[in-house]
C-alpha cells in the first residue's frame, strides 16, 4: 500500500475514533448509531465496520484510547489519597469530564456493553490501584475506592460542574482525601 493511502486510512479511523469518543460521552452507548458517528467524521458507513467491526468494538476501542487512570497511581501509596481526591474534585469542577467517565456513566444501562465496561474499569483503575496498594484486601480497599471515582462521573452527569455550590477546591479536596483514607487503609 502506498504512503498516501495508507495516511489517509489512518487519518479517516482517527476521525471515526474522535467522533464517537465525542458521541459515546454526550449521548451514551444506545443513542449513538453507525450513521451517526459515519456523519459525524465525515466517513463512509462500511469503513467504520471494515476498521472496527462492531459499534460495540469501536466502543471498546475509544474507551481504550483514554489510558489508564492518568498519573494519579505515580508517588508514594501514603499520597494516593490525596492524588485521587484531587483527581476527583478537578473533574466535579471542571466543564469538561472525563471521556470515559462521561461514558461510563451514560452508556451504564446498556446490556451489550456491560462486560466492556466492567473490563474497562478493571484495569484502568480498579486493578491498578489493588497492586499500588499494600497489605491485606487490596482489591476491596481498590473495589470501594473505585467506586468513588466511578460516582463522581455519575454526579457530575447528573449535576454538571455548577448545578450545585462547591465550597473552596481545597475544601473539596482534603474531604475527599479523608474519604480515600478510609476507603484505602488495611
Request: aromatic fraction near 6%.
Amino acid at each position: 500500500m502506498d504512503e498516501g493511502r495508507r495516511r489517509c486510512r489512518e487519518d479517516t479511523r482517527r476521525r471515526i475514533l474522535e467522533a464517537a469518543r465525542r458521541l459515546f460521552a454526550e449521548h451514551g452507548y444506545d443513542h449513538v448509531t453507525m450513521r451517526l458517528i459515519a456523519a459525524e467524521a465525515d466517513a463512509n458507513i462500511a469503513l467504520i465496520n471494515r476498521y472496527f467491526g462492531s459499534k460495540r468494538e469501536l466502543f471498546a476501542e475509544v474507551l481504550a484510547l483514554q489510558g489508564r487512570f492518568p498519573g494519579v497511581l505515580d508517588g508514594p501509596e501514603e499520597e494516593l489519597p490525596r492524588r485521587l481526591a484531587e483527581y476527583v474534585a478537578e473533574r466535579l469542577r471542571s466543564d469538561r469530564g472525563s471521556p470515559v467517565l462521561e461514558a461510563l456513566a451514560r452508556s451504564s444501562a446498556s446490556p451489550e456493553i456491560h462486560g466492556i465496561l466492567r473490563d474497562r474499569v478493571n484495569s484502568a483503575i480498579m486493578e491498578p490501584l489493588a497492586a499500588r496498594l499494600s497489605g491485606a484486601d487490596a482489591r476491596l480497599r481498590a473495589a470501594v475506592a473505585t467506586a468513588l471515582v466511578t460516582g463522581s462521573g455519575t454526579f457530575r452527569q447528573l449535576y454538571g460542574p455548577e448545578a450545585i455550590e462547591l465550597p473552596e477546591h481545597e475544601a473539596v479536596v482534603e474531604r475527599l482525601t479523608r474519604m480515600f483514607q478510609v476507603c484505602l487503609e488495611a
